[in-house]
């Protein structure tokens, strides 16, 4: 069933992309303007609507995670909302689904620096494991090997717990106020490097997954 939504809805929103649809978006918060990470090529996917889909998916004032539960659901919505179209198939482009998937880097950058805008390195990683817990399901579903399964599992368990925990301190920031101070001290925004590529690799070899290594460090044709 399709989701109606109206103006008030996205009111909240920190970057209200909803209004303006047709309006450049760095020309419409040039605070974008002043990050790479929101000027690189991102091939044939239209950067106005690639950054439109970041402000739906990511933005902490969003309407889509209080009405849509499952993860790529809500990916599917915002892509909608951003203007991405579907074939007669009601399929989006290969494009548009491999970055759905998290398999364009430049577009995982840019979702780690706008989530860096909030000024919540809880809010950034609880969203970062909450897509690497859905990534590992359906692996843990689709295999049949048992040192496979049994490696996913201990993910899954380590994914719960971390979210778990971060959805105490990002919901309810009254508990564990000194774990928050020491996630603080441990990484500055600015110097994350946190695909969810990176974020799988850490957790499979045992390690912390930020141990503060220099961001950005990725390179992309400027648009003219």
Known sequence: MALTWIKNDFKDMHF???????????EMFPVFADYVEFNVNIGK???????????FMYDKGSPLPKKIDNIWQMKL?????AGFE?????????????????KIKAVNHM?????????????MTYKMYKEKYFDVMVQLKESKDPKVLESLLKSVKTLTNEISLLEGKIFYPEDSEYLIQAMYEQA????LELTPEFIADRLE???PVVDNPPYGKYSGEKFE
Do not use: P
């Open 111 to 123: 979702i780690v620096r706008f989530l860096s805008f909030f000024h919540d390195i809880n809010f």
């Open 77 to 81: 919505e915002a892509a909608t909302l």
């Open 45 to 55: 996917l239209n950067r106005n609507k690639v950054i439109r889909y970041v402000c």
């Open 205 to 207: 070899k045992g390690l």
């Open 86 to 102: 579907m074939d007669r198939q009601k399929r989006f482009s290969d494009d548009v689904n491999e970055m759905l998937a998290g």
């Open 16 to 26: 209200n992309v909803w209004e303006n649809q047709r309006r450049d978006l760095i």
């Open 188 to 191: 500055e925004f600015e110097e």
